[in-house]
């Protein structure tokens, strides 16, 4: 469980973050959503501890992040997992050696223990066949795939995603985020994801928050993000046309 209390971030005086508090429960894929520019990234930027806020603290399962020493920070985010936006995967490496990277950079295991690893992780993926195959021979929707297998390589208690499914086909999508949520559950980890797509908040939206402007405009989960009134709200939900026609066709009675 991720607790954030009155989370503060400005670059050169302009407060982006404006005081966030929230939780994100463990074993569940809790999205945060809003408009681009809204301050998603730099959140997830704050969670994962490459921004320092100003204000506000981040209690990871009990841990203030502001009260550990050096070391105790780097280990904490050894138990973080990244799947970045566009899947920023090494253009010269093999899936399995993109996958084994953060096990070199961050472990001292032998090599036959980071293969095992590294295999069991690409199962857990359903990319059996890809292992020697370079980023550019495969697909995106396997690229995902592959981010997600790097990511969990570590066995993270933490799983942080940024518009994982952006750039891809909808139902590709649909089955990446998918795959986060089983993954999320099996492995009982705290996921956060960035999405400005609807089908994902239909689709694995156990917890949502709703940022506007780095204010904390609105939380909940699925199917109270279509009951509430907040206009900011239900602007974002039926900026998509098929979501309007919906609701048009329920307030016909169609
Ligand atoms: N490193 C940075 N330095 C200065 N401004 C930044 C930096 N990162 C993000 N911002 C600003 O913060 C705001 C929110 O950005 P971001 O979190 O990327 O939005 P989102 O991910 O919701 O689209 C934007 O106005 C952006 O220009
Ligand atoms: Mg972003």
């Excluded at 105790?72 to 138990?79: A, P």
């Excluded at 690409?122 to 020697?132: M, P, S």
């Excluded at 499914?165 to 099996?186: H, M, Q, W």
């Amino acid at each position: 469980m991720i607790e954030v209390t009155n989370l503060h971030k400005s670059f050169n005086g302009e407060e982006i973050l404006k005081g966030i508090t929230t939780t994100f429960d463990r074993g569940k894929t809790n999205l945060i959503i809003g408009t681009s520019g809204s301050g998603k990234t730099v959140f997830l930027k704050c969670l994962l501890g490459l921004f320092t806020p100003e204000q506000g603290e981040i209690c990871y399962d009990g841990n203030k992040y502001s009260e550990l020493d050096e070391e105790e920070q780097r280990n904490l985010r050894e138990k973080m997992g990244m799947v970045f936006q566009g899947s920023a995967l090494f253009d010269s490496m093999t899936v399995e050696e993109n996958i084994m990277f953060p096990l070199m950079m961050f472990t001292k295991q032998k090599k036959e223990e980071m293969l095992e690893r590294v295999h069991e992780a690409i199962t857990r993926v359903n990319l059996e066949n890809a292992n020697n195959k370079l980023p550019s021979e495969i697909s995106g929707g396997m690229q995902k795939r592959v981010a997600i297998a790097r990511a969990i390589v570590t066995r993270p208690k933490y799983l942080f995603c940024d518009e994982p499914n952006s750039g891809l086909d909808p139902r590709t999508a649909i089955v990446i985020d998918n795959l986060i949520k089983e993954i999320t559950e099996e492995y009982d980890i705290t996921t956060v994801i960035n999405t400005h797509d609807m089908n994902s908040v239909m689709e694995i939206g156990e917890k949502i928050i709703f940022l506007k402007n780095g204010h904390l405009e609105w939380e909940g989960d699925k199917s109270q993000i279509f009951k509430t009134d907040n206009k900011a709200v239900t602007d974002f939900v039926y900026s998509s046309n098929l979501f309007k026609k919906v609701r048009d066709a329920q307030l016909k009675g169609l």
